[in-house]
Structures are given as structure tokens and as C-alpha cells.
């Protein structure tokens, strides 16, 4: 009877140990992020053949053998971003990553020594180790000085451990994730919910990072935290950033919150292109190893694949050099070859369908992944599918139902000409008080700019890298860009908790005729009682060298106000149509809400019906014709105002500012002309094509703009200011000739 027991309990445990076998050999499956054992043989196959990826190979090897000779350096904590601590630790976590891919791909076992023998000093380190002394931040980091940088290194060293897991003994493993990577997850999750629990850029890099290593550790409860937050924590409804803004802490969290809040529909992220590059390195990199690891989640299918949209927004919010537009808080610059798009790109092309245009952005970035998607973009280049990726015209909708505002991109040609309009929602934290607001560019230079953010990332002398106050007080404040300013306000008087419940309305987008392309939206909350109405084109007509663009802002208020329209051009004054008497004393222009950082270098009134600013950039003229009376001030201004540490561009704008007016319609046009060589001396075409612009018709259904050119030849617009609809007839008299036309506008042109 023993013997019999016996015998039956020996096949129940064979039977158990049988049944949890595939859990045992599926989680020793390493490695499983971004590398598959799969991907690694056929890489391994293709070496050699494949001259993007052994060039990429190649540079990654010598960066880290550098570094392997350098030796380990893990000092203790101290520095914001730019200081020696900071900047080391920074570039341990990116060497880790790639000694990890290197030693997979290579299967050289120095590479994984150095990656087990760091990651031993941060063990030792991080048990006993306080949380960092800059203060400064709403959710302190160990490592560095802010949660954020924490899951920076989190997320990539969990790619090095994954790519060793295996070669290390399973009591090297338990020591590491006892001591370092449970508790490093646990502290900017659990101990920093106002960090991780909410949805901003800060929190997705906070989700990856438990994410990741989760996976590898093959814990549920971590991998589960980071799709869908922290249950049932505690936090205040609102919580400050470290520029002072305010960060939604509302209970939605999770990576997959951070999926279905910021992003459009079109892919479109609600914190603007600088951020939404930033935030996708965490993005695409979790997603695949969740598609690897976790296929049953269909990560790159989830909200009808709103990922791989968002690397095609991502690139048509770039100029012609590749430039962000650096729309809210942006850094001028930063552009897709940063490492983020390397990754986004590849990424989005493996997991994407294989689109061959985004080939084309590989091939100027030069160098790939070193990963399964790497290997098959390297793949598609030397296969000759690369096309070239064509930017047109777009509207990208803001809001995760896409009804929150947008950002309407019109193009002329080969980026000839970019228009920039921003009629968004607020933008998170790093959203900027510009309703209406837009830029332009010819090829990847601005004709008029947007400031961009006041910061110098990762430079320590300047506020420890972090954002400075000038931020708040000018970059941010609706004064600093190109749209209209009502009292010297900015607009929902710069709160944020007021602008995050409003956005603007697209009234219209059409770029479907190549001689008109219109942009046109609305904004009501702004300025509580005044709705402005603004109407942007990019003309290419017949007279004119190159396309030139058309704005009318209408503003309908119910009291009297003053109203100022900055441009701030980019280049040197050549000419203008007005006096103005240039003060011996500079002053600032205002107290507060921006105008205090301006200087006024110059200040006149308008002599006619038009006013005529030229200049000139990069050898290329510029000419801005307004409409004008003359009861409206001219005004040069200079940024730089009660600025000691200089820590703002000494950028030069002009302001049209008109007093004492209850409804009113700004109208411009902004042409590109001629050109001047340095070599020969010569200046062409140098002066503006339009002899005249002016508002021949304007009430509440309709406005009519007529441009006379040199050559006498009139393009009139008659734009319906109530009515988009493309199927609505129309029909009205102007100056006693009667139109009629379908759809919201029509342009025509009058021969003389």
C-alpha cells in the first residue's frame, strides 16, 4: 500500500513539475524586450551584409569599449542636469544599454562583465541611498534629482539586464532585484505617486520604466502597475511641475491612460512635438517589448494603432531640416535625429507595415537600432525600398477624441513656404498661452519666429539645466508670440487651471488647390467677451516669385480695449513706410504679463492705409504689409528687458498695437523676395510686390480682402465668417460687383 502511494505521489509531481515547465522556460526566455533570440540569429546571419547596420555596430563598439577602458564610475548623487553626477550616471545607463546589445550580438563576455559589475556598485549603492539633495523638484529622483531621470535609467538598464539575465546565476539575479531593481520600481512608483499616477510625459517614462523591468523579472504586479497605475492612491487633484505649472493628477493613470489621454486620434501629443519626441523613446521602446513579451495585448493595434501614427505627426511637425517646430515648451533645434526618432522610426517601420518613405528619414539619420527593427530597416535600405518621405499639407486634431483644437500645417511645394498654425488645447504643464498663434519658414528658416522655451537643457550654469524663471514670465506668456494681446493680458490671464479647460475650434482646413491653401479657427475664452476669428493662406499666384501668406484676424469684443499683434521677425530691418523716433533710453514696455522682458527700440504711427516693414534673412527679403489707419502705434521692441543673467534671446519683433477700438480686423500679407549675394553684390527684386492691401468689404457674414500688385493686377478673398460648410452657396456684393461662390471662401484674381 506504501509503495502504491508512493508511485501515485511521484506522478503528481511529475505531473506538477511537468505543468509548470513552460512557465519556467518562458521566463528564462531571455532576452525578450527589444532583442528576441529569434532576432538575434538572423542579425548575426546578415553581419556584414548589411552596411547601415554594421556601421552602426561598429560606432556603437568603439563608444563602449571607450568606455569599458575609462572604467565604472558611480559617484554619489549630488548635481542637477549638467553636473559631473548627473552627466555620469546619465551615461552609464545609455552604455549599459548598448554593452547589453553588444554582448548579445557579439557574444563577448567583457561586455557582460562590465554590465554585472556596474550593476553590482548600484546595488551596493542604492540600498543605503537617501533621496537626492536638490530640493527642488515635486518628486525627488535618488539617482538624480528628479523621479524622472530615475526612470530614464530604469528603463534603459532594464534592457542591459535583460540581455544578461541569463548568463548571470540565478542568486546574482535574486541579489540585484532584491536589492535594486524591486525597491528602485517600488520608489518612483509607489513612494511617488504624484509622479507616476497621472498623465504627463514625466509619468509614461515612470510606466515604462516599472513596465520593463517587470518584464524581465517576469512580475505581473509590476507589469500590471505599469499599464494601469497605482490602485487606490491618495493624491491631490492638482500638483505643480518644476516650472511652477500645474500637472493633472485626475486618477486617470497608467501607460495606457498615457495612450488614450494626450494622443489625437492623428497622433497628435497634446504637450507639443518637443515633448512628444521626448516621450517616445518610453512609448515605443515598452511597447515592444510588450509586443514581444505580451503579444496577446496587441500594444501596436491599441487605439486603432495611435503609436505608429504618432511617429508620422511626429515627422510632419519638423521643417524642412528636420527641425521640430517648437511649439509650447520646445527647444529650438532639437530636430529627428535625436536618439528618440532613431528609435521611433525604426520601430514604427517594423511594427508599421514597412512604410518606405520612413526609410528615406533613416537614410539621413544614419544609423538604425542595433535590434530586430534595425535589422529590418537596414534590411529595406540596402534593398533599395527607401522613398522619399513627402510632408504636405496637414491638420493634426488635438485631444484624445481629437475635438480639443489642433495644429494646421500648410506647405507650398518642397517646404518652399511653412505655415505653423497652433489653435491647440492648453498643451499639459508645458502648454503656452498663444491662442491662434502661428510661425512661418522658408526651407528650414524662420521668417517669423516662435521663442520656444527659456532653458538651457543640461547646461548647469543656467539654472542647473532646469527651466528658468524667464519661462513663466516671458516664454509662456501670450506677448511672446505671434498672436493678438488684449490689455496687456495674457490670455485666461495666465492660469493655468483656467487654460486647461478651454481650446480654440477649427473653422476650416483646406489644402486641396495648389494656388490657395486656408487654415481658419475660432477663440472664445481667451479673453472672457471677445471671440477672435482668425484666417491664415498660403498664395502662389501668377505676379508674385514666390507664395506669399494672407492672415486676417477679426476680433469681435463687447467692450473697448487696446489690442497689440507682435511679429517677430528673424533678421536685419532694411526698410520701412513710416516714421518713428528711436529713444535715447531704452524702457520696458510694460510692468508684467511679458511686456516687461520687451524693450521699445522704436515708436511711431501709421501715414496711410498700409504699413510696410522689410528685411532681410540669410539673403532672402522679406516684406510684412498691414492694413492700418492712423490712429494705430507702430512699435520696435527688443526681448531682453529686466533680463540680468541674460538668460533670453535679444530677439528683435514689431507690434501693432490699437487703442481704444471694440471690433476690429487685423489684416496682413507676409511676402518672400529676391535675394542678395555677398559674392557679387548684387541685391534682387528687393522690394515688396504688392502696391496695395486693403479691407474692401467687412461685416458679420463676410469679409472681403483685396491685394493690388505692382502690376495693378487685384486677387480678391471673400471669406464666410459664419457658414464652412463646403456645400453652402453664397453670394454678395462688393464695391457694387456681385459674387457668387460655394463653399466658406473664394479667391479670384481681377487683370487689370
Known amino acids: 500500500m506504501r509503495k502504491k502511494n508512493n508511485i501515485n505521489l511521484f506522478v503528481c509531481f511529475a505531473w506538477l513539475l511537468l505543468s509548470f515547465c513552460p512557465v519556467i522556460v518562458q521566463a528564462q526566455d531571455h532576452p525578450k524586450l527589444i532583442l528576441t533570440k529569434a532576432g538575434i540569429e538572423q542579425i548575426k546571419a546578415e553581419l556584414g551584409k548589411v552596411s547601415l547596420f554594421d556601421a552602426s555596430l561598429k560606432r556603437l563598439k568603439t563608444e563602449v569599449d571607450a568606455e569599458i577602458e575609462?572604467?565604472?564610475?558611480?559617484p554619489i548623487p549630488k548635481d542637477y542636469s549638467g553636473g559631473y553626477t548627473h552627466a555620469r550616471h546619465k551615461t552609464n545607463f545609455i552604455i549599459l544599454q548598448k554593452a547589453g546589445v553588444l554582448f548579445q550580438i557579439l557574444d563577448d563576455e567583457k561586455y557582460a562583465i562590465y554590465i554585472k559589475d556596474m550593476l553590482f556598485q548600484y546595488e551596493a549603492m542604492y540600498k543605503n541611498l537617501p533621496v537626492h539633495p536638490k530640493t527642488r523638484s515635486y518628486a525627488r529622483?535618488?539617482?538624480?534629482?528628479q523621479c524622472l531621470n530615475d526612470s530614464n535609467w530604469l528603463v534603459y538598464v532594464s534592457q542591459a539586464y535583460d540581455c544578461i539575465y541569463d548568463w548571470l546565476s540565478k542568486k546574482e539575479r535574486k541579489k540585484l532585484e532584491k536589492n535594486l531593481f524591486r525597491p528602485f520600481a517600488d520608489f518612483i512608483s509607489i513612494e511617488n505617486p504624484q509622479f507616476y499616477n497621472r498623465v504627463h510625459n514625466h509619468s509614461t517614462w515612470g510606466n515604462a520604466a516599472v513596465g520593463m523591468i517587470g518584464l524581465v523579472m517576469n512580475d505581473d504586479e509590476l507589469i500590471q502597475r505599469a499599464l494601469y497605475g497605482i490602485n487606490d492612491v491618495k493624491i491631490d487633484a492638482m500638483a505643480k511641475d518644476n516650472d511652477g505649472g500645474f500637472i493633472q493628477t485626475d486618477g486617470k493613470a497608467g501607460f495606457l491612460a498615457n495612450l488614450d489621454e494626450p494622443f489625437s486620434p492623428d497622433g497628435y501629443y497634446t504637450e507639443g512635438p518637443y515633448y512628444?519626441?521626448?516621450?517616445?523613446?518610453?512609448?515605443?521602446?515598452?511597447?515592444?517589448g510588450l509586443h514581444n513579451a505580451k503579444p496577446e495585448l496587441n500594444i501596436f493595434g491599441y487605439k486603432d494603432s495611435v503609436l505608429l501614427k504618432s511617429v508620422n505627426a511626429l515627422v510632419n511637425l519638423s521643417d524642412a531640416d528636420g527641425e521640430f517646430f517648437p511649439i509650447n515648451d520646445g527647444q529650438k533645434g532639437m530636430s529627428y535625429y535625436s536618439r528618440e526618432l532613431v528609435t521611433?522610426?525604426?520601430?514604427?517601420?517594423?511594427?508599421?507595415g514597412h512604410n518606405p518613405q520612413l526609410l528615406?528619414?533613416?537614410e539621413n539619420q544614419g544609423r538604425v537600432l542595433l535590434d530586430d527593427s534595425g535589422l529590418a530597416v537596414s534590411l529595406g535600405i540596402r534593398d533599395g525600398k527607401a522613398k522619399p518621405f513627402l510632408k504636405k499639407s496637414i491638420n493634426l486634431s488635438d485631444g484624445s477624441d481629437g475635438k480639443q483644437g489642433g495644429v494646421g500645417i500648410l506647405r507650398y511645394g518642397n517646404e518652399d513656404m511653412t505655415l505653423v498654425f497652433k489653435y491647440a488645447a492648453q498643451g499639459l504643464s508645458h502648454g503656452h498661452y498663444d491662442k491662434l498663434s502661428y510661425s512661418l519658414y522658408e526651407k528650414g528658416d524662420e521668417i517669423l519666429q516662435d521663442y520656444g522655451l527659456a532653458r538651457f537643457v543640461n547646461i548647469e550654469q543656467k539654472g542647473g539645466g532646469n527651466y528658468l524663471k524667464e519661462n513663466k514670465t516671458w516664454a509662456k506668456q501670450t506677448i511672446a508670440h505671434n498672436t493678438l494681446v488684449q490689455n496687456e493680458k495674457s490670455n485666461f490671464q495666465g492660469k493655468?487651471?483656467?487654460?486647461?479647460?478651454?481650446?480654440?475650434?477649427?473653422y476650416l482646413f483646406d489644402a486641396s488647390?495648389?494656388?490657395?491653401?486656408v487654415v481658419s479657427a475660432k477663440e472664445t475664452n481667451a479673453y472672457p467677451g471677445t471671440e477672435m476669428h482668425r484666417t491664415m493662406a498660403l498664395i502662389m499666384q501668377e505676379g508674385f516669385e514666390k507664395p506669399f501668406m494672407l492672415d486676417i484676424l477679426k476680433v469681435t469684443s463687447d467692450g473697448t480695449n487696446q489690442y497689440d499683434l507682435p511679429f517677430y521677425f528673424v533678421g536685419q530691418v532694411i526698410k520701412t513706410n513710416f516714421d518713428y523716433e528711436v529713444p535715447k533710453t531704452l524702457e520696458p514696455l510694460g510692468e508684467d504679463n511679458g511686456y516687461q522682458h520687451l524693450w521699445t527700440e522704436g515708436c511711431g504711427n501709421a501715414i496711410g492705409e498700409n504699413t510696410k516693414l522689410s528685411w532681410m534673412e540669410k539673403g532672402r527679403f522679406y516684406t510684412l504689409t498691414s492694413v492700418t489707419s492712423k490712429d494705430d502705434e507702430l512699435r520696435f521692441v527688443r526681448i531682453g528687458a529686466n533680463d540680468p543673467e541674460f538668460n533670453l534671446r535679444r530677439d528683435a519683433g514689431f507690434i501693432l498695437r490699437r487703442k481704444d477700438t471694440q471690433n476690429t480686423t487685423f489684416v496682413s500679407v507676409i511676402e518672400s523676395?529676391?535675394?542678395?549675394?555677398?559674392v557679387s553684390e548684387f541685391a534682387i527684386d528687393s522690394n515688396s510686390s504688392i502696391s496695395n492691401l486693403k479691407i474692401v468689404y467687412d461685416e458679420e457674414k463676410y469679409t472681403a480682402i483685396a491685394i493690388k500688385d505692382v502690376d495693378e493686377n487685384e486677387h480678391i478673398l471673400i471669406l464666410s465668417n459664419t457658414d464652412a460648410s463646403a456645400t453652402s452657396r453664397h453670394k454678395s456684393q462688393i464695391n457694387g460687383k456681385d459674387y457668387q461662390w460655394t463653399g466658406p471662401y473664394q479667391y479670384t484674381k481681377i487683370s487689370k
Open 141 to 145: 529622483g535618488k539617482l538624480f534629482w
Open 344 to 352: 521611433a522610426v525604426d520601430i514604427a517601420y517594423h511594427y508599421g
Open 70 to 74: 575609462f572604467g565604472i564610475h558611480t
Open 276 to 288: 512628444q519626441r521626448y516621450a517616445m523613446y518610453p512609448f515605443l521602446i515598452f511597447a515592444e
Open 513 to 517: 488647390k495648389a494656388e490657395i491653401q
Open 496 to 506: 493655468y487651471e483656467i487654460g486647461s479647460k478651454h481650446h480654440s475650434d477649427l
Open 360 to 362: 528615406s528619414i533613416v
Open 673 to 678: 523676395h529676391g535675394g542678395y549675394s555677398p
